[in-house]
């Protein structure tokens, strides 16, 4: 059974500071993996969608990686803003076709 | 605006009643999704529709009945609300049911079942 982890849960750093958010998955025969954002209250945002054969994406300040052999994706935040806190959920579409999601992590960039 | 909508935003109601949720999309998409979002975060598939025919149906109490009257609109139904029913649950949307297909979410449906 696929099981999704992100790590860490909440994070909370200065404005201008770059970070990695991590996802990591239990079986690697996934066809692809997302990277969504959640505003409080809010419906979820497509960030980044990287498929199983890619290496990484890009968009704006935001690079996704993925390592499948591993199990794992990192989301990277360049030059973060206040604007970036939000809960950052990753998901991973499994054999199965469904989209596996993870806990999210919290993030709040402080001005 | 080009996008996934669900109607209402909002819903309060008592133990017992039956309320359904609407959700439609102007994607032009042939896969429709039903996700539960409990009061932990964590998001669960319920349901998925592909043209108007269910192709994912996961353990959800068959108080729950997913309708597509068309592949623009997925439905969701749900008979007896219990407590444990109260989360928000959100609708989705992908070009088709191939697993490579990027996921396009509404803003969701807060249930609070009193």
């Not at chain 1, 059974?1 to 909440?10: D, G, H, M, R, S």
């Not at chain 1, 994070?11 to 990695?20: H, R």
């Not at chain 1, 199990?71 to 206040?82: E, H, K, N, W």
């Not at chain 2, 605006?1 to 109607?7: C, E, F, I, M």
């Amino acid at each position: 059974k696929q099981e999704v982890t992100q790590i860490p849960a909440a994070l909370s750093v200065p404005e201008g500071e770059n970070l990695v958010l991590n996802c990591s998955f239990t079986d690697s025969a996934i066809y692809n993996l997302q990277w969504f954002r959640q505003d409080p209250g809010k419906g979820l945002t497509s960030l980044l969608l990287i498929q199983s054969s890619q290496r990484e994406q890009t968009s704006g300040r935001l690079n996704a990686s993925l390592d499948k052999s591993s199990g794992r994706s990192t989301l990277y935040i360049a030059a973060s803003q206040p604007g970036d806190s939000a809960t950052y959920l990753c998901a991973v579409r499994d054999s199965s076709y469904k989209l596996i999601f993870g806990s999210g992590t919290r993030l709040l960039v402080r001005p | 605006d080009t996008a996934v909508s669900q109607t209402p935003k909002y819903l309060v109601t008592q133990m017992g009643n039956d309320k359904s949720i609407k959700c439609e999309q102007n994607l032009g998409h042939d896969t429709m999704y039903w996700y539960k979002q409990d009061s932990k975060k964590f998001l669960k598939i319920m349901f998925s529709y592909n043209n108007k025919e269910l192709i994912i149906n996961e353990t959800v109490p068959n108080r729950f009945s997913p309708k597509s009257p068309d592949k623009a609109h997925l439905n969701l139904h749900i008979n007896s609300l219990e407590l444990g029913d109260s989360a928000v649950y959100f609708c989705a949307s992908s070009q088709d049911s191939t697993a490579q297909n990027e996921q396009f979410f509404g803003p969701g449906t807060r249930l609070t079942v009193l």
